[in-house]
C-alpha cells in the first residue's frame, strides 16, 4: 500500500517540524500538510516538549540544526538517549552539507538539503521513513488485533495463499472495504464508538464468510479491510448488509463505506498485487457520493499505468516542446463593438506517443504530486515571451492571464519568480494576470489572502478563476484581494434557458459591481448567453463563441480583426 492510499483511508499521521524560522516551517509544512498532521516547534526545547507530548502517535521529526539555545544536533542526543523517544525517526534539514555525516553518525534516518525547491523529493523522503517507521510497528500491534480479531494482514496473505494452493480451480474475488472519512467518526463520536464500529464491520464479515461465501478477512490497517472470497457477481448485498449492520450501532450515524473489488482474480499475479486493483477501484470512488462500489476493470489499470507515464515524460516534453501554450482570446463587450481585451494562457500536451492530452487529464494529477509548479512555471515563462513577441512583431498588448495553482502560492520564492519573469521580458505587471481558482480560497482563505495582498501590491492583476463552481461564501467575496471574478462556465451555461440560472448570474454581477471587480464571463458558446450576458452587464467573455484556445502563430489572427 502506497502512501497515497493511505492517506486517502483517512490516516494523516503526525510529524512535527522544528525550525527557529517562520517562513522555513510553513513552507515545509505546506509541502507536507496535504499528506501528514502537521505539528510545529519553534525551537529545541519546544520541540522536545511537543515530542514528548505526542511521542506515541509521532511518525516523525523533521529538525534544523542550526537553532539558538538547544540546537539540533543537541536535540537528536537528547532522544537517542530516551527509551520512549529513540525509537521516533528524525530527518535533519540542512543547508550546510557538512552537517550530514554528523546527523547521521548521531541516529538521524536521512536529511533534507534547504532551500526547499523540489517538494516532491521532500515528499518521497519523508514517505518512505514515515512508512518504515509504520512497518515496523504494525507487525507488532496487529499480531494482537484486539478490536476486531481478525487476522493481522501476514496471516491473511498466508491463509489466502493455502487456500489458493488447495482450491485451484475457484473463482476468487479481491475486495477491500473502506470506511469514508473515519478520521471523522473518531472525531465526532469518539474513538470508542470508532473501534465500535470496525468492530461491527469485522462481526459483519465473519457472519457473510459464514453464510454465503467461503474465504478470508483481515483488517489490514486501521479502517480497511480486504477479503479474499468465493467470486459472486453482485457486492449491494455484502455492502447494504454491513451498513445496516454499523448504523444499528445507534449515534444516529450516517457512516459511509466504499467497496472495491477486484473480481474472478488472476491468479498469475500475486495476492498483494491483487488486493492493489481492489484498492485502485476502491480509490476511484474516493470523493464520490453517488457510487459506493467500484470495480477494477481493465481500464483502471491502463489509467494507471498512463498517469506513471506522464509523470515519467514531464521534464522530456517540456524540453522538447512537446508541451505547448495555447491561447485563448477574451473580449471586452460593452462598447459598440467587442475588442480583443486580453488572452488566457492554457497549456496543452502534444505526446510524441499519445497524441493531444487535454489538461483536464494531467493537471490533477501533478497538482497531487507537487509538478504542478514544474509546469505552471514553463506557462508562465512562455507566455511572458508571446507577449513579447507580439509586442515587438505586431506592436500589438495583449495582456495574458496564466492560472496559478495551489502550490505556487505557498512558494515562498512567487514574487521573486513573477517580477523575474516580466524582467526578462520587459513587461509590466499588468500585462501578466494571474488566475487563482476559487476551491484555493476556500481551503485556506488566511493565508492565501495574505500572499496574494502582497502580489497584488505588486501591480498584478488576480482574476478569481472558476467563481461558482465551488463553495465560496458571499461573505468571503468582501475580504478578498481580487479584481476580476471569472464567473464559471457551470454557472453560464443555463442563463439563456433557464429563468433562475439567469437571476443567479445577474446577483453575482451586481455583486461583483457593488464590490468593484470586473466580472469575465467563460465558457460562453452561442449568441444567445452572449447577448444576455451584455445586456447584464458583464464586462468579459472568454468562450467558443469567440474562440476556442489558438495556438500562438493562428492566434495573431485574431489581431487583423480586431
Ligand atoms: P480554466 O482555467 O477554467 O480554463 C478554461 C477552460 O475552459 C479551458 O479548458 C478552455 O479550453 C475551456 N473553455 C473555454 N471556452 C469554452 C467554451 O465555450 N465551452 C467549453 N465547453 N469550454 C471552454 P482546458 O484548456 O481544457 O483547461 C482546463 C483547466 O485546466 C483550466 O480551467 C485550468 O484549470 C487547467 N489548466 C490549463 N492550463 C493550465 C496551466 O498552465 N496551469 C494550471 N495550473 N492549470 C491549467
Ligand atoms: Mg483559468
Ligand atoms: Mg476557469
Redesign the pocket.
Known amino acids: 500500500m502506497d502512501r497515497k492510499s493511505r492517506y486517502s483511508a483517512g490516516i494523516k499521521r503526525k510529524v512535527i517540524v522544528v525550525d527557529d524560522e517562520y517562513v522555513n516551517r510553513q513552507m515545509l509544512g505546506f509541502i507536507i500538510s496535504q499528506q501528514y498532521d502537521v505539528i510545529y516547534a519553534e525551537n529545541g526545547r519546544d520541540a522536545l516538549e511537543k515530542i514528548r507530548e505526542t511521542k506515541s502517535e509521532l511518525s516523525l521529526v523533521l529538525l534544523d540544526i542550526m537553532m539558538p539555545e538547544i540546537d539540533g544536533f543537541e536535540v537528536i542526543r537528547i532522544m537517542k538517549e530516551d527509551a520512549e523517544l529513540k525509537n521516533i525517526p528524525i530527518v535533519v534539514l540542512t543547508a550546510d552539507e557538512s552537517a550530514e555525516v554528523k546527523s547521521l553518525e548521531l541516529g538521524a534516518a536521512d536529511f533534507i538539503m534547504k532551500p526547499y525547491n523540489r517538494p516532491e523529493v521532500i515528499l518521497a523522503r519523508v514517505g518512505r521513513i514515515v512508512e518504515l517507521k509504520h512497518d515496523r510497528s504494525i507487525i507488532s500491534d496487529t499480531e494482537r488485533d484486539t478490536i476486531t480479531r481478525l487476522y493481522n494482514r501476514n496471516y491473511f496473505y498466508e491463509y489466502a495463499s493455502e487456500l489458493d494452493r488447495y482450491f485451484p480451480d475457484w473463482q476468487m474475488d479481491a475486495v477491500v472495504i473502506d470506511v469514508d472519512h473515519f478520521h471523522l467518526v473518531n472525531s465526532l463520536y469518539g474513538r470508542n464508538f470508532g473501534d465500535k464500529v470496525l468492530a461491527k464491520i469485522a462481526d459483519t464479515l465473519r457472519n457473510i464468510l459464514s453464510d454465503t461465501m467461503d474465504g478470508y478477512a483481515c483488517r489490514y490497517e486501521a479502517d480497511k479491510f480486504y477479503l479474499y472470497s468465493t467470486h459472486i457477481n453482485d457486492y449491494e448485498s455484502i455492502r447494504n448488509r454491513i451498513t445496516y449492520e454499523i448504523n444499528s450501532l445507534g449515534e444516529n450515524t450516517q457512516i459511509r463505506i466504499r467497496i472495491g473489488v477486484y473480481l474472478d482474480v488472476d491468479r498469475t499475479l500475486s495476492l498483494e498485487d491483487r488486493f492493489d486493483r481492489a484498492t485502485l477501484a476502491c480509490n476511484r470512488i474516493r470523493n464520490n457520493y453517488t457510487v459506493a462500489i467500484a470495480y477494477y476493470d481493465n481500464k483502471l489499470h491502463q489509467d494507471a499505468i498512463f498517469a506513471e507515464r506522464l509523470i515519467n515524460d514531464i521534464h522530456k516534453s517540456i524540453e522538447n516542446h512537446d508541451l505547448i501554450v495555447y491561447y485563448?482570446p477574451k473580449y471586452a463587450i460593452q462598447g459598440d463593438k467587442p475588442h480583443l481585451q486580453s488572452a488566457?494562457?492554457?497549456?496543452r500536451w502534444k505526446h510524441p506517443e499519445f497524441g493531444m492530452i487535454?489538461?483536464?487529464k494531467f493537471?490533477p494529477l501533478f497538482e497531487d504530486n507537487g509538478l504542478?509548479q514544474v509546469?505552471?512555471h514553463y506557462?508562465w515563462e512562455e507566455a511572458a515571451k508571446q507577449i513579447r513577441k507580439w509586442k515587438d512583431e505586431y506592436d500589438v498588448t495583449v495582456p495574458v492571464s496564466?492560472?496559478?495553482?495551489r502550490m505556487d502560492i505557498y512558494d515562498s520564492k512567487l514574487e521573486n519568480r513573477l517580477l523575474d519573469i516580466l524582467k526578462e521580458n520587459a513587461l509590466k505587471p499588468e500585462e501578466l494576470l494571474l488566475?487563482i481558482?476559487e476551491s484555493a480560497y476556500s481551503d485556506d482563505p488566511k493565508q492565501l489572502v495574505e500572499v496574494v495582498q502582497s502580489i497584488r501590491k505588486l501591480g498584478f492583476t488576480i482574476e478569481m478563476?472558476?467563481f461558482g463552481s465551488g463553495y465560496s461564501s458571499l461573505n468571503m467575496l468582501t475580504m478578498l484581494p481580487i479584481d476580476v471574478l471569472k464567473m464559471d462556465?457551470q454557472l453560464v451555461k443555463n442563463v439563456h434557458t433557464d429563468e433562475r440560472s439567469l437571476k443567479l448570474v445577474k446577483l453575482v454581477e451586481e455583486i461583483a459591481e457593488y464590490m468593484g471587480y470586473r466580472v469575465i464571463a467563460?465558457?460562453?458558446?452561442n449568441e444567445e448567453q452572449y447577448n444576455l450576458l451584455k445586456e447584464i452587464g458583464c464586462d468579459v467573455i472568454?468562450?467558443?463563441?469567440f474562440s476556442?484556445?489558438l495556438p500562438p502563430e493562428e492566434f495573431v489572427k485574431l489581431f487583423e480583426k480586431a
Open positions: 485563448q488566457e494562457a492554457l497549456i487535454s489538461p483536464g493537471i504542478i509546469l505552471d506557462v496564466v492560472n496559478v495553482s488566475e481558482t478563476d472558476d462556465m467563460e465558457g460562453v458558446e472568454q468562450g467558443f463563441y476556442k484556445p
